[in-house]
Protein backbone atom coordinates (compact mmCIF):
# COMPACT_ATOMS: atom_id res chain seq x y z
CA UNK A 1 0.00 0.00 0.00
CA UNK A 2 1.17 3.56 0.38
CA UNK A 3 3.69 2.47 3.21
CA UNK A 4 5.05 -0.29 0.46
CA UNK A 5 6.04 3.29 -1.52
CA UNK A 6 7.74 5.31 0.63
CA UNK A 7 9.93 2.36 2.45
CA UNK A 8 12.97 2.97 -0.04
CA UNK A 9 13.41 6.57 1.23
CA UNK A 10 13.57 5.32 5.11
CA UNK A 11 15.86 2.56 4.40
CA UNK A 12 13.93 -0.54 4.31
CA UNK A 13 14.49 -3.35 1.74
CA UNK A 14 12.29 -3.12 -1.55
CA UNK A 15 11.30 -6.28 -3.43
CA UNK A 16 9.18 -6.75 -6.31
CA UNK A 17 10.13 -10.78 -5.99
CA UNK A 18 12.35 -13.33 -4.22
CA UNK A 19 15.55 -14.19 -5.90
CA UNK A 20 16.27 -17.14 -7.29
CA UNK A 21 17.44 -18.85 -4.15
CA UNK A 22 14.88 -17.44 -1.72
CA UNK A 23 16.35 -14.71 -0.74
CA UNK A 24 15.00 -10.85 -0.96
CA UNK A 25 17.60 -8.51 -1.36
CA UNK A 26 17.70 -4.72 -1.29
CA UNK A 27 18.43 -2.81 -4.73
CA UNK A 28 22.28 -2.73 -5.34
CA UNK A 29 23.39 -5.42 -2.60
CA UNK A 30 24.93 -8.71 -3.67
CA UNK A 31 24.13 -12.26 -2.15
CA UNK A 32 25.35 -12.56 1.34
CA UNK A 33 28.05 -15.22 2.00
CA UNK A 34 26.81 -18.66 2.23
CA UNK A 35 29.12 -18.92 5.77
CA UNK A 36 27.53 -16.50 8.45
CA UNK A 37 29.93 -15.12 10.62
CA UNK A 38 28.54 -12.20 12.50
CA UNK A 39 28.67 -12.72 16.19
CA UNK A 40 26.22 -10.77 18.60
CA UNK A 41 28.51 -7.76 19.34
CA UNK A 42 28.51 -7.39 15.30
CA UNK A 43 24.23 -8.05 15.63
CA UNK A 44 23.93 -5.31 18.42
CA UNK A 45 26.39 -3.08 16.26
CA UNK A 46 23.83 -3.42 13.11
CA UNK A 47 21.41 -2.45 15.14
CA UNK A 48 22.11 0.52 16.33
CA UNK A 49 23.35 1.58 13.02
CA UNK A 50 19.84 0.30 11.54
CA UNK A 51 18.19 2.61 14.03
CA UNK A 52 20.82 5.52 13.61
CA UNK A 53 19.86 5.32 9.80
CA UNK A 54 15.65 5.00 10.04
CA UNK A 55 15.39 7.58 12.23
CA UNK A 56 17.84 10.09 10.48
CA UNK A 57 16.19 9.32 7.24
CA UNK A 58 12.88 10.00 9.04
CA UNK A 59 13.35 13.32 10.36
CA UNK A 60 15.36 13.99 7.44
CA UNK A 61 12.03 13.36 5.46
CA UNK A 62 9.95 15.09 7.73
CA UNK A 63 12.13 18.48 7.21
CA UNK A 64 12.18 17.99 3.57
CA UNK A 65 8.58 17.88 3.48
CA UNK A 66 8.23 21.09 5.26
CA UNK A 67 7.42 20.04 8.80
CA UNK A 68 9.02 23.03 10.95
CA UNK A 69 11.63 21.87 13.07
CA UNK A 70 11.11 24.35 15.71
CA UNK A 71 7.76 22.47 16.19
CA UNK A 72 6.82 19.71 18.31
CA UNK A 73 5.64 16.65 16.45
CA UNK A 74 2.98 14.63 17.25
CA UNK A 75 2.96 10.89 16.52
CA UNK A 76 -0.62 10.48 16.84
CA UNK A 77 -2.36 13.64 15.91
CA UNK A 78 -3.74 13.78 11.80
CA UNK A 79 -1.71 16.51 10.31
CA UNK A 80 -3.38 18.81 7.78
CA UNK A 81 -0.61 19.06 5.40
CA UNK A 82 -1.24 22.65 4.66
CA UNK A 83 2.06 23.03 2.49
CA UNK A 84 1.07 20.38 0.15
CA UNK A 85 -2.63 21.03 -0.46
CA UNK A 86 -3.88 18.45 1.59
CA UNK A 87 -2.37 15.66 -0.61
CA UNK A 88 -2.70 12.40 0.29
CA UNK A 89 0.40 11.00 -0.64
CA UNK A 90 2.31 13.93 1.40
CA UNK A 91 0.22 12.97 4.17
CA UNK A 92 1.30 9.65 3.91
CA UNK A 93 5.05 10.33 3.59
CA UNK A 94 4.92 12.51 7.18
CA UNK A 95 2.56 9.96 8.93
CA UNK A 96 5.00 6.59 7.93
CA UNK A 97 8.02 9.07 8.92
CA UNK A 98 6.97 9.58 12.27
CA UNK A 99 5.51 5.87 12.49
CA UNK A 100 8.97 4.92 12.07
CA UNK A 101 10.51 7.62 15.20
CA UNK A 102 7.38 6.20 17.24
CA UNK A 103 8.98 2.54 16.70
CA UNK A 104 12.40 3.73 18.33
CA UNK A 105 10.79 5.81 21.11
CA UNK A 106 9.99 8.95 19.87
CA UNK A 107 7.04 9.46 21.00
CA UNK A 108 6.78 12.30 23.88
CA UNK A 109 6.40 15.20 22.03
CA UNK A 110 9.58 16.68 21.45
CA UNK A 111 10.97 18.83 19.44
CA UNK A 112 12.30 17.48 15.65
CA UNK A 113 15.45 19.17 16.48
CA UNK A 114 15.84 17.35 19.98
CA UNK A 115 16.00 14.03 17.99
CA UNK A 116 20.16 12.86 17.88
CA UNK A 117 20.70 12.05 14.37
CA UNK A 118 23.45 12.86 11.92
CA UNK A 119 23.48 15.41 9.24
CA UNK A 120 20.59 15.26 6.92
CA UNK A 121 19.65 13.79 4.14
CA UNK A 122 22.36 13.56 1.43
CA UNK A 123 22.07 16.01 -1.70
CA UNK A 124 20.99 13.40 -3.81
CA UNK A 125 18.25 12.76 -1.63
CA UNK A 126 17.01 15.66 -0.60
CA UNK A 127 16.31 16.31 -4.71
CA UNK A 128 14.56 13.59 -5.06
CA UNK A 129 12.14 14.64 -2.30
CA UNK A 130 11.91 18.01 -3.79
CA UNK A 131 11.17 16.85 -7.09
CA UNK A 132 8.82 13.97 -5.52
CA UNK A 133 6.64 16.85 -3.64
CA UNK A 134 6.36 18.82 -7.38
CA UNK A 135 4.70 15.99 -8.84
CA UNK A 136 2.45 15.05 -5.32
CA UNK A 137 1.45 18.61 -4.79
CA UNK A 138 -1.38 18.28 -7.41
CA UNK A 139 -5.27 17.98 -6.27
CA UNK A 140 -7.73 15.12 -8.06
CA UNK A 141 -9.77 16.77 -10.29
CA UNK A 142 -13.46 16.63 -9.18
CA UNK A 143 -16.17 17.53 -11.99
CA UNK A 144 -19.21 18.46 -10.05
CA UNK A 145 -22.53 18.23 -11.86
CA UNK A 146 -22.75 21.67 -12.80
CA UNK A 147 -19.60 21.95 -14.35
CA UNK A 148 -19.68 18.77 -16.22
CA UNK A 149 -21.59 21.35 -18.74
CA UNK A 150 -18.91 22.71 -19.88
CA UNK A 151 -17.30 19.47 -21.06
CA UNK A 152 -17.37 18.46 -24.80
CA UNK A 153 -20.77 15.73 -25.15
CA UNK A 154 -20.98 13.06 -27.65
CA UNK A 155 -23.32 13.65 -30.48
CA UNK A 156 -23.00 17.73 -29.99
CA UNK A 157 -20.47 18.31 -31.20
CA UNK A 158 -19.71 19.57 -35.07
CA UNK A 159 -16.26 17.66 -37.18
CA UNK A 160 -14.93 18.36 -39.81
CA UNK A 161 -16.95 21.96 -40.80
CA UNK A 162 -20.41 21.00 -39.24
CA UNK A 163 -20.37 17.72 -41.79
CA UNK A 164 -20.82 15.91 -39.17
CA UNK A 165 -20.70 15.12 -35.22
CA UNK A 166 -18.27 13.86 -33.11
CA UNK A 167 -19.15 10.48 -31.29
CA UNK A 168 -18.36 7.07 -30.63
CA UNK A 169 -17.94 4.10 -33.26
CA UNK A 170 -20.54 1.78 -31.58
CA UNK A 171 -23.07 5.24 -32.01
CA UNK A 172 -22.54 5.51 -35.67
CA UNK A 173 -24.28 2.92 -36.98
CA UNK A 174 -27.56 2.52 -38.45
CA UNK A 175 -29.75 2.95 -35.05
CA UNK A 176 -33.56 3.69 -35.01
CA UNK A 177 -33.69 3.97 -39.23
CA UNK A 178 -30.67 7.05 -38.80
CA UNK A 179 -27.88 5.45 -40.88
CA UNK A 180 -24.22 6.69 -39.49
CA UNK A 181 -21.39 6.86 -41.79
CA UNK A 182 -17.67 7.68 -40.57
CA UNK A 183 -15.69 10.58 -42.55
CA UNK A 184 -12.91 10.58 -40.48
CA UNK A 185 -11.82 10.75 -36.59
CA UNK A 186 -12.79 12.78 -33.79
CA UNK A 187 -11.91 12.92 -29.97
CA UNK A 188 -12.54 16.00 -28.89
CA UNK A 189 -15.75 14.86 -26.79
CA UNK A 190 -16.14 12.57 -24.16
CA UNK A 191 -16.28 8.99 -25.03
CA UNK A 192 -15.55 10.03 -29.28
CA UNK A 193 -13.46 8.39 -32.33
CA UNK A 194 -15.20 9.17 -35.07
CA UNK A 195 -16.77 11.92 -36.78
CA UNK A 196 -20.15 10.86 -38.38
CA UNK A 197 -22.85 11.58 -40.88
CA UNK A 198 -26.17 10.86 -39.74
CA UNK A 199 -28.57 10.38 -42.80
CA UNK A 200 -32.48 9.27 -42.91
CA UNK A 201 -34.22 8.22 -45.69
CA UNK A 202 -37.98 8.36 -45.94
CA UNK A 203 -40.00 8.42 -42.71
CA UNK A 204 -37.48 9.55 -40.27
CA UNK A 205 -37.61 10.54 -36.70
CA UNK A 206 -34.22 12.04 -35.53
CA UNK A 207 -33.12 14.96 -32.49
CA UNK A 208 -29.67 14.82 -33.87
CA UNK A 209 -28.21 18.62 -34.05
CA UNK A 210 -26.66 17.29 -37.24
CA UNK A 211 -28.75 15.14 -40.14
CA UNK A 212 -28.82 14.50 -43.35
CA UNK A 213 -32.35 14.12 -45.26
CA UNK A 214 -31.73 11.75 -48.45
CA UNK A 215 -34.10 11.26 -51.52
CA UNK A 216 -34.25 7.29 -51.84
CA UNK A 217 -31.32 5.64 -53.35
CA UNK A 218 -29.13 8.82 -52.91
CA UNK A 219 -27.27 9.58 -55.36
CA UNK A 220 -29.15 8.30 -58.13
CA UNK A 221 -31.98 9.45 -58.89
CA UNK A 222 -35.52 8.40 -58.93
CA UNK A 223 -38.93 8.63 -60.18
CA UNK A 224 -41.31 7.25 -57.32
CA UNK A 225 -44.76 8.20 -56.75
CA UNK A 226 -44.26 8.69 -53.21
CA UNK A 227 -44.50 11.05 -49.92
CA UNK A 228 -41.25 10.70 -48.34
CA UNK A 229 -40.53 12.99 -44.70
CA UNK A 230 -38.38 13.57 -42.28
CA UNK A 231 -39.29 14.44 -38.53
CA UNK A 232 -37.32 16.74 -36.63
CA UNK A 233 -38.01 17.15 -32.66
CA UNK A 234 -36.32 19.99 -31.91
CA UNK A 235 -34.10 20.53 -28.58
CA UNK A 236 -34.06 22.66 -26.06
CA UNK A 237 -31.33 24.56 -26.07
CA UNK A 238 -32.19 24.94 -29.87
CA UNK A 239 -33.11 28.52 -31.50
CA UNK A 240 -32.88 28.12 -35.11
CA UNK A 241 -32.31 25.46 -37.52
CA UNK A 242 -30.56 25.90 -40.96
CA UNK A 243 -31.35 23.74 -44.08
CA UNK A 244 -28.97 23.26 -46.46
CA UNK A 245 -29.19 22.13 -49.91
CA UNK A 246 -26.46 20.16 -50.99
CA UNK A 247 -27.97 18.95 -53.66
CA UNK A 248 -31.87 19.66 -55.27
CA UNK A 249 -33.65 18.63 -58.71
CA UNK A 250 -37.14 18.56 -59.23
CA UNK A 251 -39.42 19.65 -61.67
CA UNK A 252 -40.33 23.34 -62.54
CA UNK A 253 -43.23 25.85 -61.03
CA UNK A 254 -46.10 26.25 -62.95
CA UNK A 255 -47.74 29.39 -62.82
CA UNK A 256 -45.20 30.41 -59.83
CA UNK A 257 -46.64 27.32 -57.68
CA UNK A 258 -45.07 24.02 -56.86
CA UNK A 259 -48.25 22.28 -55.64
CA UNK A 260 -48.57 20.54 -59.10
CA UNK A 261 -45.42 19.49 -59.55
CA UNK A 262 -43.06 17.43 -57.22
CA UNK A 263 -41.83 19.66 -54.42
CA UNK A 264 -40.55 19.56 -50.87
CA UNK A 265 -42.57 21.58 -48.15
CA UNK A 266 -41.38 22.68 -45.18
CA UNK A 267 -43.76 22.45 -42.05
CA UNK A 268 -42.60 24.42 -39.01
CA UNK A 269 -44.96 24.81 -36.04
CA UNK A 270 -43.25 27.76 -35.25
CA UNK A 271 -44.69 29.14 -38.57
CA UNK A 272 -47.73 28.07 -39.23
CA UNK A 273 -48.47 31.34 -41.54
CA UNK A 274 -45.43 29.92 -44.00
CA UNK A 275 -41.84 29.62 -44.04
CA UNK A 276 -41.29 31.51 -46.93
CA UNK A 277 -44.87 33.90 -47.40
CA UNK A 278 -48.17 33.78 -46.62
CA UNK A 279 -49.03 30.12 -46.69
CA UNK A 280 -46.47 29.55 -48.84
CA UNK A 281 -43.26 26.70 -47.06
CA UNK A 282 -43.16 24.99 -50.75
CA UNK A 283 -39.65 24.45 -53.06
CA UNK A 284 -39.62 23.22 -56.50
CA UNK A 285 -36.88 23.92 -58.95
CA UNK A 286 -33.14 23.92 -59.07
CA UNK A 287 -32.15 24.81 -55.77
CA UNK A 288 -28.41 23.40 -55.18
CA UNK A 289 -26.24 25.46 -53.21
CA UNK A 290 -29.25 27.05 -51.06
CA UNK A 291 -30.07 27.38 -47.81
CA UNK A 292 -32.87 28.40 -45.36
CA UNK A 293 -33.03 29.61 -41.65
CA UNK A 294 -35.88 28.98 -39.51
CA UNK A 295 -36.93 30.01 -35.97
CA UNK A 296 -37.76 27.22 -33.59
CA UNK A 297 -38.98 26.53 -29.65
CA UNK A 298 -38.42 24.38 -27.93
CA UNK A 299 -40.43 21.14 -28.38
CA UNK A 300 -41.10 22.43 -31.78
CA UNK A 301 -41.72 19.61 -34.53
CA UNK A 302 -40.39 20.42 -37.98
CA UNK A 303 -41.39 18.38 -40.65
CA UNK A 304 -39.69 18.27 -44.41
CA UNK A 305 -41.70 16.15 -46.56
CA UNK A 306 -41.39 15.25 -50.28
CA UNK A 307 -44.12 14.83 -52.49
CA UNK A 308 -43.00 13.32 -55.71
CA UNK A 309 -44.27 11.27 -59.26
CA UNK A 310 -41.77 11.72 -61.42
CA UNK A 311 -43.67 13.05 -64.54
CA UNK A 312 -42.91 16.30 -64.87
CA UNK A 313 -39.15 17.50 -66.53
CA UNK A 314 -36.34 19.04 -64.35
CA UNK A 315 -35.56 22.41 -65.10
CA UNK A 316 -32.89 23.02 -68.14
CA UNK A 317 -33.68 18.96 -69.14
CA UNK A 318 -33.34 17.83 -72.91
CA UNK A 319 -36.38 16.62 -73.66
CA UNK A 320 -34.60 13.69 -75.78
CA UNK A 321 -33.26 12.14 -72.87
CA UNK A 322 -29.61 12.60 -73.51
CA UNK A 323 -27.25 12.94 -70.36
CA UNK A 324 -27.07 16.68 -69.10
CA UNK A 325 -24.72 16.39 -66.02
CA UNK A 326 -28.18 16.38 -63.84
CA UNK A 327 -30.48 14.23 -62.95
CA UNK A 328 -32.09 12.90 -65.89
CA UNK A 329 -35.70 14.13 -67.96
CA UNK A 330 -37.95 13.70 -64.81
CA UNK A 331 -36.02 11.91 -62.17
CA UNK A 332 -35.57 13.68 -58.50
CA UNK A 333 -33.28 14.05 -55.85
CA UNK A 334 -32.55 15.64 -53.04
CA UNK A 335 -30.01 15.84 -49.99
CA UNK A 336 -30.02 18.08 -47.46
CA UNK A 337 -28.50 19.08 -43.86
CA UNK A 338 -30.23 19.81 -41.38
CA UNK A 339 -28.66 21.82 -38.24
CA UNK A 340 -29.92 22.93 -35.04
CA UNK A 341 -28.34 25.54 -33.73
CA UNK A 342 -28.46 26.78 -30.05
CA UNK A 343 -28.72 29.37 -28.42
CA UNK A 344 -28.23 28.46 -24.81
CA UNK A 345 -25.77 25.18 -23.64
CA UNK A 346 -26.83 22.27 -23.26
CA UNK A 347 -29.54 21.84 -19.74
CA UNK A 348 -29.00 25.73 -19.37
CA UNK A 349 -32.09 27.68 -18.30
CA UNK A 350 -32.99 31.05 -19.56
CA UNK A 351 -35.27 32.65 -22.54
CA UNK A 352 -34.28 32.11 -26.04
CA UNK A 353 -31.84 35.58 -27.09
CA UNK A 354 -28.90 35.19 -28.22
CA UNK A 355 -26.12 33.57 -26.01
CA UNK A 356 -24.73 35.39 -22.78
CA UNK A 357 -21.27 35.21 -22.29
CA UNK A 358 -21.52 32.61 -20.14
CA UNK A 359 -23.67 30.41 -21.93
CA UNK A 360 -22.00 30.92 -24.98
CA UNK A 361 -18.60 29.60 -24.00
CA UNK A 362 -20.02 25.97 -24.02
CA UNK A 363 -21.49 26.34 -27.24
CA UNK A 364 -19.24 24.97 -30.15
CA UNK A 365 -17.90 28.07 -32.02
CA UNK A 366 -19.61 26.61 -34.47
CA UNK A 367 -23.08 26.54 -34.00
CA UNK A 368 -22.04 30.25 -32.60
CA UNK A 369 -20.74 31.43 -36.49
CA UNK A 370 -23.54 30.13 -37.77
CA UNK A 371 -26.47 31.58 -35.76
CA UNK A 372 -28.63 34.40 -37.84
CA UNK A 373 -30.22 37.60 -36.87
CA UNK A 374 -33.72 37.26 -35.90
CA UNK A 375 -36.11 37.54 -39.27
CA UNK A 376 -32.94 36.56 -41.63
CA UNK A 377 -34.47 33.64 -43.76
CA UNK A 378 -31.13 33.30 -45.54
CA UNK A 379 -27.83 34.97 -43.78
CA UNK A 380 -24.38 35.29 -45.68
CA UNK A 381 -21.38 35.54 -43.64
CA UNK A 382 -18.75 36.09 -46.82
CA UNK A 383 -18.37 39.64 -47.49
CA UNK A 384 -18.71 39.10 -50.93
CA UNK A 385 -20.52 36.36 -52.88
CA UNK A 386 -23.44 35.78 -55.20
CA UNK A 387 -27.39 35.25 -53.95
CA UNK A 388 -30.37 34.39 -56.25
CA UNK A 389 -33.82 33.81 -55.74
CA UNK A 390 -35.65 30.34 -55.18
CA UNK A 391 -35.58 28.02 -57.90
CA UNK A 392 -33.62 30.41 -59.94
CA UNK A 393 -32.06 28.53 -63.43
CA UNK A 394 -33.09 31.74 -65.94
CA UNK A 395 -35.63 29.98 -67.57
CA UNK A 396 -38.07 28.89 -64.84
CA UNK A 397 -40.47 31.53 -63.37
CA UNK A 398 -40.24 33.27 -59.57
CA UNK A 399 -42.76 31.94 -57.02
CA UNK A 400 -45.91 33.41 -55.55
CA UNK A 401 -46.48 34.36 -52.28
CA UNK A 402 -43.17 35.36 -51.41
CA UNK A 403 -42.10 37.43 -48.17
CA UNK A 404 -38.79 36.80 -46.68
CA UNK A 405 -35.32 38.48 -45.48
CA UNK A 406 -31.91 38.03 -47.41
CA UNK A 407 -29.15 39.07 -44.58
CA UNK A 408 -25.31 40.14 -44.57
CA UNK A 409 -23.21 39.79 -42.43
CA UNK A 410 -22.06 43.12 -41.34
CA UNK A 411 -18.22 43.36 -40.68
CA UNK A 412 -17.12 46.21 -37.89
CA UNK A 413 -16.05 48.53 -40.28
CA UNK A 414 -18.49 48.80 -43.31
CA UNK A 415 -20.89 51.51 -44.97
CA UNK A 416 -23.05 49.40 -47.43
CA UNK A 417 -23.05 47.10 -50.59
CA UNK A 418 -22.64 47.08 -54.03
CA UNK A 419 -24.99 44.84 -56.27
CA UNK A 420 -24.63 43.83 -59.54
CA UNK A 421 -27.12 41.63 -61.21
CA UNK A 422 -26.18 38.85 -63.89
CA UNK A 423 -30.18 38.24 -64.36
CA UNK A 424 -33.42 40.56 -62.87
CA UNK A 425 -36.80 40.40 -63.97
CA UNK A 426 -39.78 40.88 -61.53
CA UNK A 427 -43.44 41.70 -62.51
CA UNK A 428 -44.37 45.08 -63.07
CA UNK A 429 -46.89 47.46 -64.47
CA UNK A 430 -46.47 48.86 -67.90
CA UNK A 431 -45.02 52.18 -66.44
CA UNK A 432 -42.60 50.79 -64.89
CA UNK A 433 -41.41 47.43 -66.72
CA UNK A 434 -38.35 48.71 -68.16
CA UNK A 435 -37.10 48.91 -64.28
CA UNK A 436 -35.35 52.33 -64.48
CA UNK A 437 -37.57 54.30 -62.78
CA UNK A 438 -39.00 54.40 -59.43
CA UNK A 439 -42.68 55.75 -59.60
CA UNK A 440 -44.59 55.81 -62.56
CA UNK A 441 -47.84 57.72 -63.85
CA UNK A 442 -51.46 56.39 -64.66
CA UNK A 443 -54.22 58.95 -65.60
CA UNK A 444 -52.51 61.32 -63.36
CA UNK A 445 -52.02 59.87 -60.42
CA UNK A 446 -48.14 59.14 -59.38
CA UNK A 447 -47.92 55.76 -57.45
CA UNK A 448 -44.69 53.98 -56.58
CA UNK A 449 -43.32 51.38 -58.92
CA UNK A 450 -43.98 47.38 -57.56
CA UNK A 451 -45.96 48.02 -55.17
CA UNK A 452 -49.48 49.00 -56.53
CA UNK A 453 -52.49 46.44 -56.06
CA UNK A 454 -54.80 48.64 -57.97
CA UNK A 455 -56.39 47.99 -61.79
CA UNK A 456 -53.92 45.87 -63.96
CA UNK A 457 -51.34 46.08 -61.82
CA UNK A 458 -49.59 42.33 -61.42
CA UNK A 459 -49.99 43.11 -57.69
CA UNK A 460 -46.77 44.10 -55.15
CA UNK A 461 -43.61 42.62 -56.38
CA UNK A 462 -40.11 43.71 -55.81
CA UNK A 463 -36.49 43.36 -54.34
CA UNK A 464 -36.18 45.86 -51.91
CA UNK A 465 -33.26 47.59 -50.65
CA UNK A 466 -31.89 51.06 -50.05
CA UNK A 467 -30.33 52.37 -53.14
CA UNK A 468 -28.03 55.37 -53.17
CA UNK A 469 -25.96 55.37 -56.51
CA UNK A 470 -26.39 53.56 -59.95
CA UNK A 471 -22.72 53.45 -59.76
CA UNK A 472 -21.81 56.65 -61.77
CA UNK A 473 -19.48 59.08 -60.18
CA UNK A 474 -18.66 62.74 -59.10
CA UNK A 475 -16.02 64.76 -58.37
CA UNK A 476 -16.37 66.13 -54.71
CA UNK A 477 -14.34 68.58 -52.44
CA UNK A 478 -12.91 65.32 -50.91
CA UNK A 479 -12.14 63.73 -54.67
CA UNK A 480 -14.10 61.22 -56.29
CA UNK A 481 -17.20 59.78 -55.22
CA UNK A 482 -20.46 57.92 -56.23
CA UNK A 483 -23.46 60.18 -57.28
CA UNK A 484 -26.34 60.31 -55.19
CA UNK A 485 -28.82 59.68 -58.22
CA UNK A 486 -30.80 56.21 -57.10
CA UNK A 487 -32.33 56.97 -54.50
CA UNK A 488 -35.41 54.34 -54.15
CA UNK A 489 -36.22 51.08 -52.33
CA UNK A 490 -38.61 48.82 -54.65
CA UNK A 491 -37.01 47.37 -57.95
CA UNK A 492 -38.99 45.23 -60.17
CA UNK A 493 -39.21 44.55 -63.75
CA UNK A 494 -36.63 44.00 -66.49
CA UNK A 495 -33.59 45.98 -64.24
CA UNK A 496 -32.54 46.31 -61.43
CA UNK A 497 -32.28 50.38 -61.64
CA UNK A 498 -30.95 52.00 -64.10
CA UNK A 499 -27.80 50.09 -65.21
CA UNK A 500 -28.36 46.76 -63.01
CA UNK A 501 -25.51 48.25 -60.37
CA UNK A 502 -26.62 48.97 -57.01
CA UNK A 503 -24.83 50.81 -54.34
CA UNK A 504 -25.90 51.57 -50.97
CA UNK A 505 -24.90 53.41 -47.95
CA UNK A 506 -26.39 52.70 -44.75
CA UNK A 507 -24.98 52.35 -41.23
CA UNK A 508 -27.61 49.71 -40.22
CA UNK A 509 -28.09 46.28 -41.47
CA UNK A 510 -27.45 44.80 -44.53
CA UNK A 511 -30.75 43.12 -46.04
CA UNK A 512 -32.38 42.68 -48.86
CA UNK A 513 -36.53 41.92 -48.66
CA UNK A 514 -37.99 39.74 -51.12
CA UNK A 515 -42.00 40.00 -51.75
CA UNK A 516 -44.23 38.70 -54.86
CA UNK A 517 -47.66 39.02 -55.55
CA UNK A 518 -50.64 36.29 -53.93
CA UNK A 519 -52.31 35.83 -57.64
CA UNK A 520 -50.33 34.80 -60.51
CA UNK A 521 -49.69 37.58 -62.96
CA UNK A 522 -49.98 37.85 -66.71
CA UNK A 523 -47.03 37.48 -68.94
CA UNK A 524 -47.69 40.93 -70.10
CA UNK A 525 -46.45 41.83 -66.81
CA UNK A 526 -43.24 40.74 -67.16
CA UNK A 527 -39.99 41.46 -69.07
CA UNK A 528 -38.85 39.36 -71.98
CA UNK A 529 -38.60 36.02 -71.27
CA UNK A 530 -40.58 35.68 -68.50
CA UNK A 531 -40.40 36.94 -64.32
CA UNK A 532 -37.74 34.92 -63.05
CA UNK A 533 -36.19 36.05 -60.30
CA UNK A 534 -32.78 37.36 -59.42
CA UNK A 535 -29.01 36.71 -59.40
CA UNK A 536 -27.06 38.87 -57.80
CA UNK A 537 -23.18 39.18 -56.95
CA UNK A 538 -22.74 41.22 -53.85
CA UNK A 539 -19.89 43.12 -52.53
CA UNK A 540 -19.70 44.29 -48.78
CA UNK A 541 -18.20 47.91 -48.91
CA UNK A 542 -15.52 48.10 -46.22
CA UNK A 543 -13.83 50.71 -44.71
CA UNK A 544 -14.60 54.47 -44.39
CA UNK A 545 -17.12 55.37 -47.06
Known amino acids: GVQEQWLPWLGSDNCEEDDEDGTCLSPGTTTPPADDSTNEEDAVNKIKDFEKEAVEKAVGVLKALGVNPDEEYNPIQQRDGRLFGGGMLMQAAIDQALAVLRIFGYNTGAQINTIPVQPAV ?272 GKSEVLLNQNYAICLKRPARSCGMTLKALGFSLPASAGCLPGNVPAETVDGVCSLCCTSSEGDSPGVNYLGVSGYSDGASVMTPIGQNYAVNQDRYFFCGAKLGVTNLMVTRTKGPLLLRVRTAGNYWEQVSCPDGGCLGFLINYDVDTGTC
Not at 163 to 180: F, P, R, Y
Not at 186 to 210: A, E, P, R
Not at 297 to 305: S, T
Open 122 to 393: SQVQQAALAALAQVTTHKAVIILPTAAQDTNLPNYEPCRGGEGLCTSAQECKNIGGVQGKSIGKCGNCVGCSVCCQFVTGCQGITDKMITYFQSPGYPRTDRSNEACSLTLNVRDEVCQVRLDFIDFEMAAPVAGSCSGVDNFEIINTAQPGGVFGPGQSKMCGLNKGQHVYMPVKPGNILIMRATTSGIRNIPLAKLDGTNRGLSGDTAFRWNARVTQIPCEAPGARGGRSLPDEKSARRIPSHYRKLLAPDGCRQYFQESRGRLQSFNYD
